[in-house]
């Protein structure tokens, strides 16, 4: 801001100041972020443009020519009434149609009243904002209606120009209209522009962020180039699933925004570390939280990285109280081939199928309290860079008597 010279950025501030203002007049709790937005630009648009249509006004009467005056005096005057009764109705149709309309007709009358084209200064340059503006704050099938409205009052004016009247505007006043005319059109649609980019811009970041916190980049990009199916298969993946040991009792003697918060700050605390990582977060199930290594992302090193990532995940747990309480967790690794694709047409979801994610789940859930345990294949891939010792046998449900791996650290 501080780079903008002075009259830019009192232009700013003013501006800032107007739409501010504006986002507060009509404004709903019920409204969506188009809404808003649309209720914005309308009365930012209507009271921004009423210092010039006075001005306008004062100008043509001192000029003589008084019915000219008349019609954008008559506009400052319907525009402060409207806005008021917007203020008081929130009713966004009516108020976006009646100043459509007056916006359209009104500059065509300004040029009648002048005898034309020329004597006005394209005066009817005012009428283009019509068209113009319905496209940032009117359903976009109704806009055609205003630009057809704005060609036929146009071709209009030109088959009745030869038969009016004509002023005798000296030219200066005319030369300096065009100026004028053209000039503040150009600095309305800009800024009214401007603006609108901006916000579009911000909300496609959001909703940008907001679908990578479901989606991995890879999976979203796929989505938004088209509508399709997506699933493949991953040879090589590594499964990570972690839980909270005695969750049960623990949320029943906890009350609802206790837990949900509890739950957060333990999952705020795993997203970074697995974004550290470059790890893929797949979901939370209840108190269950699922990673991924190998997926989208193929990796060599996804069984490795997967238990640096437990092995973090159980100091920080180590390390620190969420909500209050100390908690311990029981880890769970398998490594193999998974299936991976997005399921669902509303609520979708990025997950993962195979026989490799059933058994890193069933690690989970068989292990020990505060204990990442690994099965006999991811054991075969980080032996040689974590300490592990043997935790016998186990038996699985579907998958029988399973040699199971515990990760005491890494080696070095």
Request: net charge neutral.
């Amino acid at each position: 801001m501080s780079g903008r010279p002075p009259l830019a950025r009192w232009l700013a501030r003013r501006g800032e100041a107007l739409l501010d203002w504006a986002g507060r007049l009509g404004a709903d709790a019920a409204d969506g972020n188009e809404t808003g937005l649309q209720k914005r630009l309308a009365v930012a648009l209507c009271v921004g443009t009423l210092p010039f249509t006075a001005a306008w006004s004062a100008l043509y009467f001192a000029a003589g020519v008084p019915l000219a005056a008349a019609i954008p005096g008559g506009y400052t005057l319907f525009t402060l009434a409207n806005t008021a009764l917007f203020a008081a109705t929130h009713n966004l149709a009516f108020y976006r149609f009646t100043q459509l309309f007056t916006i359209l007709i009104l500059p065509f009358g300004v040029m009648l009243a002048l005898g034309g084209f020329a004597p006005s200064s394209v005066v009817v340059l005012w009428a283009a904002l019509c068209p113009l503006v319905a496209l940032l704050v009117e359903e976009l099938r109704k806009t055609l209606m205003w630009i057809v409205g704005y060609l036929v009052l146009l071709v209009a004016s030109a088959l009745v120009e030869p038969y009016l009247p004509q002023r005798d505007l000296p030219p200066a006043f005319v030369a300096w209209f065009f100026v004028l005319n053209v000039g503040t059109v150009v600095l309305v649609v800009f800024g009214l522009l401007y603006y609108f980019v901006g916000r579009r811009n911000f909300f496609q970041e959001r909703s940008e962020m907001l679908l990578l916190n479901i989606l991995p980049r890879e999976i979203s990009e796929t989505l938004k180039a088209g509508p399709r199916t997506i699933a493949e298969q991953y040879d090589e993946a590594s499964i990570l699933f972690a839980d909270v040991e005695a969750f049960t009792p623990m949320a029943a003697g906890m009350s609802p925004l206790h837990l949900v918060e509890l739950l957060n700050e333990v999952f705020q605390c795993f997203d970074a570390l697995v974004e550290r990582h470059d790890l893929e977060k797949i979901k939370t199930i209840g108190d269950c939280y699922m990673v991924a290594a190998g997926v989208p992302r193929r990796r060599a090193d996804h069984a490795e990285v997967l238990v640096q990532l437990a092995l973090d995940m159980q100091a920080a747990v180590a390390s620190q109280e969420f909500g209050g309480r100390k908690l311990a967790f029981r880890i769970g690794i398998n490594s193999g081939p998974v299936v991976a694709g997005v399921i669902g047409k509303r609520k979708f979801i990025y997950d993962l199928w195979g026989e490799a994610v059933n058994m890193a789940s069933r690690m989970e859930s068989h292990g020990l309290s505060g204990a990442i345990q690994i099965t006999d294949r991811t054991w075969r891939l980080v032996r040689d860079r974590f300490d592990c010792t043997e935790g016998g046998t186990i038996d699985v449900k579907g998958a029988g008597p399973t040699k199971v791996w515990h990760v005491v650290g890494r080696r070095g």
